[in-house]
Nanobody
Framework: VQLVESGGGSVQPGGSLRLSCAIS????????MAWFRKVPEKEREAVAA???????MYADSVKGRFSISKDNTKNILYLQMTSMLPEDTAMYYC??????????????????????WGQGTQVTVS
């Protein structure tokens, strides 16, 4: 399984970006797909997740501004970011937890149990 992120870049506060995560390989349909972000010298932060039934989940810090979705025909996971803030600046990673549901807060509490991670794409808001 490979996850390859793209779409990062620089944007002004209030602007928008859409991140993509191209998924290749055998990812179980009953899997939790998620986006995380990391700033140097800070802990990794969960941003959003998409359960296998299509249910989206969001961290409080991005709720109402970010939207997670997946194109199953192209096997691409998206993160649409709007009304962006300087504190959204980070390296963004997509991740897959095979055969696992995101529900019940699992996606937030078990970051170390995701099976696959992408290489990340940098987002800068300034």
């Amino acid at each position: 399984v490979q996850l390859v992120e793209s779409g990062g870049g620089s944007v002004q506060p209030g602007g928008s970006l859409r991140l993509s995560c191209a998924i290749s390989g055998d990812v179980d349909t009953d899997s939790c797909m998620a986006w995380f972000r990391k700033v140097p010298e800070k802990e990794r932060e969960a941003v959003a997740a998409l359960d296998s039934d299509g249910s989206p989940m969001y961290a409080d810090s991005v709720k109402g501004r970010f939207s997670i979705s997946k194109d199953n025909t192209k096997n691409i996971l998206y993160l649409q970011m709007t009304s962006m803030l300087p504190e959204d600046t980070a390296m963004y990673y997509c991740a897959a937890a095979i055969g696992t549901s995101c529900s019940g807060g699992w996606w937030l509490r078990h970051m170390d149990e995701y099976n696959y991670w992408g290489q990340g794409t940098q987002v800068t808001v300034s």
